[in-house]
């Protein structure tokens, strides 16, 4: 491999990713527009609404909203929302369902706490990690370390250890 690896730097993940999703031009971004689960709709700021036909574009990913040209053409806000075509359009993955849900438990109190409680679990499972080789089993590393070093161990290393019976 030419290039090392390196570690993800996860705020400047987050940053990068913000930036691109933030809006410079003055006009509203999806964020800026109200979903409504129930009735399968996007709300516009002034409270009109964006509805689809439920076909699926972008290789069956994506649902397409939009809002009627007569609602766009008569609002005052258009300047701030599609002031170069003639009605807005929202896009939405088929899966936004999924990920609305994921950020809502993501704000729950239950949620940080076991969002810390996982991460104490996952540090002691990197250590020993590290401790065993890279996670390779016990009775493997001894092996690999009895062939590389050519000595003889104490007992037979072709001989299956407790770790790796199959009993």
């Known amino acids: 491999m030419d290039v090392d690896p390196t570690t993800a730097v996860r705020q400047a993940e987050v940053a990068a990713a913000k930036t691109m999703i933030a809006r410079t031009d003055g006009t509203f971004s999806r964020a800026d527009f109200a979903y409504d689960h129930a009735g399968d709709i996007y709300m516009y700021p002034s409270g009109k609404r964006l509805i689809t036909t439920g076909t699926l574009v972008n290789d069956d990913a994506t649902l397409v909203y939009r809002a009627s040209k007569l609602d766009c053409a008569a609002c005052a806000l258009k300047p701030r929302c599609c002031p170069n075509a003639p009605a807005r359009t ?20 239950a949620y940080i706490i076991s969002r810390r409680e996982r991460k104490k679990v996952e540090m002691r499972f990197a250590s020993l990690n590290r401790m065993t080789s890279l996670g390779m089993p016990v009775c493997l ?19 299956p ?7």
């Open 90 to 109: 929202v896009p939405r993955s088929i899966h936004g369902g999924g990920r609305d849900m994921a950020r809502d438990i993501a704000k729950t109190d």
């Open 161 to 167: 250890l407790p770790c790796c019976s199959a009993g």
């Open 141 to 159: 590393r001894v092996n690999l370390i009895a062939d590389r070093t050519g000595k003889r161990l104490p007992y037979d290393i072709h001989a």
